[in-house]
């Protein structure tokens, strides 16, 4: 695992105490020369029970605010209950890139 990666795996487990997490590195999948740079985050915790999409999705980003500053460019997230986790058991695969070095 990557020295970002891990960094990013470790924040999550701290902060959200998940019962589920993937991290996947997406950034070959993008334009330009990015590394560590886009990720999938798969997130299941009991945090965003009762919460709305766009408050579980601040409850994940806003601890990574600092890897933002220094070249984290994207996450894609999917934030599940244990509950929509053990109905769902899976999470979409990333959209294709639509190419340019944005």
Do not use: N
């Not at 019962?19 to 999948?29: A, F, I, K, N």
């Not at 605010?65 to 994207?74: I, M, R, T, V």
């Amino acid at each position: 695992m990557t020295t970002r990666a891990k960094w990013i795996e470790d924040t999550l487990r701290d902060t959200l105490a998940p019962s589920h997490l993937e991290l996947t590195d997406e950034s070959d999948q993008h334009a330009g020369t990015r590394v560590e740079s886009h990720f999938r985050v798969v997130v299941v915790s009991d945090r965003f029970e009762g919460q709305t999409l766009i408050k579980r999705h601040r409850l994940t980003q806003d601890p990574l605010k600092p890897a933002f500053a220094e070249g984290l460019h994207a996450l894609a997230l999917h934030t599940y209950t244990p509950d929509e986790w053990a109905e769902r058991g899976d999470a979409p695969a990333s959209p294709p890139c639509e190419g340019g070095d944005r």
